[in-house]
Nanobody, 123 residues
Framework: QLQLVESGGGLVQPGGSLRLSCAAS????????VGWFRQAPGKEREGVSC??????YYIDSVKGRFTISRDNAQNTVYLQMDNLKPEDTAVYLC??????????????????WGQGTQVNVSS
């Protein structure tokens, strides 16, 4: 059974850090582009960052604060989030299998999604 499971969300104060994990089972992430998306209440889903081989992409609002990486041995992709801001509050989801990760990020034709992990940034 193909599955993506996110973890690592929580409540953090502004300026704090979290590391999200996206663990895959039932298939190998090695040859897939993987994207992180987020959705805040009342807002559309937004692509945040993606990784494809050695290429990484970030939206402008997280550049310099977020870092995406992958550990093929653990079949996991990470999103290190530093200097978090209240506007980063959202459900964060990872996705793969059709992620467009080249000069931008789109999950429009993506087959596999995790269930999401909640990130709350508040004092």
């Amino acid at each position: 059974q193909l599955q993506l499971v996110e973890s690592g969300g929580g409540l953090v104060q502004p300026g704090g850090s979290l590391r999200l994990s996206c663990a895959a089972s039932g298939f190998s992430l090695d040859h897939y582009a993987v994207g992180w998306f987020r959705q805040a209440p009342g807002k559309e889903r937004e692509g945040v960052s993606c990784i494809r081989d050695d290429y990484t992409y970030y939206i402008d609002s997280v550049k310099g604060r977020f870092t995406i990486s992958r550990d093929n041995a653990q079949n996991t992709v990470y999103l290190q989030m530093d200097n978090l801001k209240p506007e980063d509050t959202a459900v964060y989801l990872c996705a793969t299998g059709g992620v467009h990760c080249s000069g931008g990020l789109s999950g429009r034709h993506t087959r596999y999604w995790g269930q999401g992990t909640q990130v709350n940034v508040s004092s």
